[in-house]
């Protein structure tokens, strides 16, 4: 694999972990913080904001996986795909902590 094949791993686990909190929220009908609220991540923003704003991530996720030649023959290229699953879960459980509802 090239070395760009990694950074394509690391983000789409970015992304696909991303996708999950906007798409729960939005499809369970909860307003949720994105992009897109005023103050930006503070605020929150519509239900179908974050199912657009969840299905955006995955589908970027998605692409990126795709582009990565992601398999489980390729077990470097797993580890650093959950590497940015782990970062990105727990960026979000300490970036949303004290968010209410």
């Not at 983000?11 to 103050?39: D, K, Q, R, T, Y």
């Not at 299905?55 to 692409?63: A, V």
């Not at 582009?67 to 782990?86: P, R, Y």
């Amino acid at each position: 694999m090239k070395w760009y094949h990694y950074v394509e791993c690391f983000f789409a686990g970015l992304f696909l972990a991303n996708f999950v909190p906007h798409f729960v929220h939005g499809i369970s009908g909860e307003s949720f913080p994105s992009p897109f609220s005023n103050p930006p991540g503070k605020g929150m923003s519509s239900p179908t904001v974050n199912v657009y704003w969840g299905l955006f991530n995955l589908l970027i996720g998605y692409l990126l996986f795709r582009a990565a030649k992601i398999s489980d023959k390729k077990i470097w290229a797993l580890i650093v795909l959950f590497a940015g699953i782990i970062l990105m879960s727990v960026f979000n459980s300490m970036a949303f902590a004290g968010i209410k509802k």
